[in-house]
């Protein structure tokens, strides 16, 4: 008997867990999986409605008691650089760029392992092994794309991106870099030249995950003009950080019900 993938998406919710961002919150999460000769289609819909691609799977916050997280892209069109990233930018002129393919490299992992001990030792992605990297960078249906960054001279790996292609901007999927130069702010220059990255290719948004009021982790990406923020449904220019509030409330999340109800899905049949 030959089976077929389902024509609509099945949305699956995960088990409630401490959540990363907010100290004595759980996190719960909607999510998709991404497969088929659909996937770009259904990953670019998605991702204008705060999905986010992990290896194959779109996934969303769906807390049920906290509304917090929100999704965040940077207008290339109403991006301006401030002073201070001016002068990341130029602190880094001596990076070189390089788009390869989804493909994980030696290299590659010694520097993310790196990053991961300095920065995030005790987080949820501290045991993974060289099979569990390649794994997050290689396993995409979708065009994706590894950008790295090496000093010129020495040609020494300083930070890396998996970036997704969108059909409306670049999604930065997950980024790391050496901890060891703080003073060159590689986290805030990859994100300045993805917005390059963008505007050299027309595409009109670079969009980087979640910002979280109250969390510190995620306040840096408040700091970029042209910033949106996805709520209630739509994208809006952000306000000021203490405009938003990371209060929780019975109320602040739809049953999960009604949200798969009000999900967009493009037509996956072509």
């Known amino acids: 008997m030959r089976h077929s993938l389902p024509l609509a998406p099945q949305f699956y919710v995960t088990a409630p ?56 892209r940077i207008s290339v069109e109403a991006f301006r650089p401030s002073r201070s990233q001016k002068r990341t930018i130029k602190r880094n002129a001596h990076l070189r760029r390089h788009a390869t393919s989804a493909w994980a490299t030696e290299d590659q992992y010694e520097l993310f392992r790196t990053y991961l001990d300095a920065r995030h030792a005790d987080g949820g ?25 090496s000093d010129e001279a020495t040609r020494k790996l300083q930070a890396v991106c998996l970036t997704d292609v969108l059909d409306d901007g670049l999604s930065m999927v997950y980024s790391f870099y050496s901890p ?20 050299e290719a027309g595409l009109p948004f670079v969009y980087l995950g979640y910002w ?14 042209g910033l949106e923020l996805y709520r209630h449904g739509g994208w809006e220019p952000f306000r000021k950080p203490d405009s938003y509030s990371a209060d929780t409330h019975p109320m602040s999340t739809d049953p999960i019900a009604e949200q798969v109800a009000n999900i967009s899905l493009p037509d996956l049949r072509s």
């Not at 992605?125 to 960054?149: G, H, K, L, N, W």
């Open 17 to 72: 867990q401490p959540c990363p961002y907010l100290p004595g919150r759980m996190e719960r999460k909607l999510f998709t999986a991404l497969q088929g000769e659909a996937a770009d289609k259904l990953n670019n819909s998605l991702s204008k409605q705060g999905f986010r691609r992990s290896q194959n799977v779109l996934y969303r916050p769906s807390c049920s008691d906290c509304s917090a997280c929100l999704s965040a």
């Open 125 to 149: 992605m501290a045991d993974m092994d060289v099979f569990d990297f390649a794994a997050m960078v290689e396993e995409t249906p979708i065009r994706s794309r590894v950008i790295e960054y």
């Open 180 to 199: 060891h130069v703080p003073a060159q702010s590689l986290g805030t220059y990859m994100i300045l030249d993805h917005v390059e990255i963008a505007r």
């Open 212 to 225: 979280v009021p109250g969390s510190a982790k995620m306040g840096y990406k408040s700091a970029f003009s």
